[in-house]
T-cell receptor, first 114, second 113 residues
């Protein structure tokens, strides 16, 4: 299995631009999670989906952030407009209900907003 | 008070040392306790988990949970340079409820050969 796949691995953009991060979960997994990691705040859950339906988006910082999961094999996290304080590493993780509770993380997308 | 507190270190030890990593938490509803290991520029990977109180051993690693004190620990025996990484504790409430994991900020460990 290829594991969780994220793209791009690195993104540098200017303030005000739209940023789209992509994730392909492990095949067969029915939960998908988006996290953000910074030195100041650590690893924070932004939103998670179950069977493509958003379950808890209480961690989404503000309306500039949105996430979608149009099918079981693809999810996006969009930031519009981006701001320098959005600079962080964004991780996607997935897990399978029948596999207890281990979440498998992707390699992350390192976002820099200048 | 943050839900989960973890000393960020950094922690530097010689090869072969016993390492102790710790977290404290405030939410008494947490039932599942995990340790993730994160190598530089990689995603976290699950190292160990425990349910409720008690100890769990896996090779050189031992996880302990003391719910009465709201305190969890990870011990690494005979530490190796390959153990150099950031270790994050994570916790969640009972199964069947929210899937949300709450993470500590992580402790950066360096094991020197």
């Amino acid at each position: 299995d290829a594991g969780v796949i994220q793209s791009p691995r690195h993104e540098v953009t200017e303030m005000g631009q739209e940023v789209t991060l992509r994730c392909k979960p492990i095949s067969g997994h029915d939960y998908l999670f988006w996290y953000r990691q910074t030195m100041m705040r650590g690893l924070e859950l932004l939103i998670y989906f179950n069977n493509n339906v958003p379950i808890d988006d209480s961690g989404m910082p503000e309306d500039r952030f949105s996430a979608k999961m149009p099918n079981a094999s693809f999810s996006t996290l969009k930031i519009q407009p981006s701001e320098p304080r959005d600079s962080a590493v964004y991780f996607c993780a997935s897990r399978w209900t029948g596999g207890a509770y281990e979440q498998y993380f992707g390699p992350g997308t390192r976002l820099t907003v200048t | 008070q943050k839900e989960v507190e973890q000393d960020p270190g950094p922690l530097s030890v010689p090869e072969g040392a016993i390492v102790s990593l710790n977290c404290t938490y405030s939410n008494s509803a947490f039932q599942y306790f995990m340790w993730y290991r994160q190598y530089s520029r990689k995603g976290p990977e699950l190292l160990m988990y425990t349910y409720s109180s008690g100890n769990k051993e896996d090779g050189r690693f031992t996880a302990q949970v003391d719910k009465s004190s709201k305190y969890i620990s990870l011990f690494i025996r005979d530490s190796q340079p390959s153990d150099s990484a950031t270790y994050l504790c994570a916790m969640r409430e009972t199964q069947g409820g929210s899937e949300k994991l709450v993470f500590g900020k992580g402790t950066k460990l360096t094991v020197n050969p």
